[in-house]
């Protein structure tokens, strides 16, 4: 599958070319502890090695086609920090052609860009690499007349490699679906403590309990659980303050699973019953929802998706009174972002906010079978906001789904979390 993807990369590159890719490090949190270790997207996507400071290299056309630079075989540093596949592992696990200590790679580096027609790499993201492959380049450039041509470019690998990851293949169709469904638990579980005096943390704790227990590496991003007025805040992350009775629970988590991320909001009213003005605005958002839905389709575009729900909860916005004047003037005048100011979509996978241009020549881009996106219309209405009526003020409410187009259709990957209010109402009571 990395293989396949490997030689789908090169067959849209020409003989010569030379790709590097640079792997994650780990990141220091405090003093000499790190956060957790989180592979580099594309180097995962295109190799499947998810393993600190790594570095492939991908040679267009030539053989050997495909090195690795890992961290070697070290008895003592691995009691201290773990297994590591060194360089047979490399080989044997991971499919390299050669593999070298990622020490080498300085010395090695003159000797891969040698033949090189064009060097594609992201630069400004790892400035020791970007420094080594500048100072070849040139030292070549130097020497030009007694040795070889130096590549005449250094090209954005990202345009070619985010373009794949744009359109999702079965196996990471997979791996999202098994990542929606442990998602759909934790919101059940994160449901049914829904009630007075649970504390926003503690729904955060029992979203990442179901997470790792279901074999997940933990939350996709970090868990939003907002009650009350800090659902108006958007990324509230804080997580600090009580359940209260009849307010609502905006609870957007999702987990990562073998790399990729789901990205799914509730909103539950706690208690178990949505009351007279949270329920019309959870309403307005459904429905919202329920029109950027009906809108996805092969060949439809994010704009049209977005357009649905800006149409349905701008209507919405003037039948509750948080608006005045006409459906045309809210939209154009864009009145409607004071209480809807995000988009409605964004690409999934590998990342939460995935990889994957959304227009290509300056247009709204069409949709494909295989691409993957979210749906997350909301209401958001300040507590401060004097200008509308007292009983809608403090409320936020955002529903999102996961959307795969197919060939037909779509197929909603996170189908079967409720969010009918009845059935919302029901998750949260049955315990
Ligand atoms: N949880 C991040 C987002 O919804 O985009
Ligand atoms: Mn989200
Ligand atoms: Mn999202």
New binding site residues.
Partial sequence: MFAERRKRLCSNLVEGTVVILVGSGNMVRSNDTEFPFRQDSDLHYLTGFDHPNAVAILNVGRSPNFTLFVEPKNQEMETWTGYRPGVEGAIESFGADQAFPIEELQKRLPEILSEATSVYHVLGKHREVDDQMVSILNDMRIRSRSAKTPAAQIVDPRSVIHEMRVVKDPTELELMRAAASITKEAHRYAASLSFDGTKEYEIEAALSYVFRKRGASGPAYTSIVGSGSNATTLHYVRNEDVLKDSELVLIDAGCEYQGYAS?VTRTYPIGGHFDGARRAVYSAVLEAQAASIEASHPGATLQEVHDASVQHLSMCMIDLGLLSGSLDEVIEQNSYRRFYMHNTS?WLGLD?HDAGNYSIDGKPRKLLPGMVY?V?PGLYIRSDDEEVPQEFRGIGVRI?DDIHITESGIEILTADIPKEPSEVEEWVLTR
């Fill in positions: 990205d964004h939460v979210t997350e999102e």
